[in-house]
């Protein structure tokens, strides 16, 4: 009787340091936290992953992260706002269920920026405004690596206007 009444204290110690527990349903510690350095928000189906912006100077920063539409239905980012202005270099077309953004490639620019966190709302076609702050990152590191944008199309250059039809040299006279 004595031993079992050793192996039940035992499995109940035991079960109380491993978590089994029932009194740490809302721990924290265990709840679970994407892996990554960036902002992470879902709205119905749409989902944005490791949103985070690296510094470039002047006020001006690249946007990075994943934009994943798990409809069945194509969507379309219609705009992004935060700080100053925002250009977005990605096709602003979702697939259902491909990721748009990954491989670390700049989403936009942005201008404006103060300051270490930059509220940002994305504006999709199906309806919904997801707003999230990124966090403004130094270019040290990993993040110093990472792609710049891509430099804006030049503007086209005015073309030449058409010459005047130069005259023909006349002959010159030839001394006698």
């Not at 009194?23 to 902002?39: C, F, K, Q």
């Amino acid at each position: 009787m004595r031993r079992l009444l050793i192996s039940v204290a035992l499995v109940g110690f035991l079960a109380g340091c491993t978590g089994l527990s029932p009194h740490d349903i809302d721990d924290v510690t265990r709840l679970y936290h994407p892996p990554n350095e960036g902002a992470n928000t879902s709205f119905g189906d749409l989902h944005l992953r490791n949103v985070f912006l690296v510094d470039a100077g002047q006020g001006r920063a690249t946007l990075y992260g994943v934009l994943i539409n798990s409809g069945e239905r194509p969507d379309r980012l219609e705009q992004v706002q935060g700080a100053g202005g925002v250009q977005v270099l990605v096709p602003p077309e979702l697939p259902p269920n491909q990721p748009v953004g990954a491989g670390l490639r700049p989403l936009a620019t942005v201008t404006g920026i103060q300051g270490s966190f930059v509220p940002l709302t994305f504006r999709f076609a199906s309806g919904p405004q997801i707003r999230l702050t990124a966090d403004v990152k130094p270019p040290i590191g990993i993040f110093a690596t990472l792609s710049p944008p891509a430099s804006p199309p030049a503007s086209p250059s005015p073309a030449p206007s058409p010459a005047s039809p130069s005259p023909t040299p006349s002959p010159s006279p030839t001394p006698s």
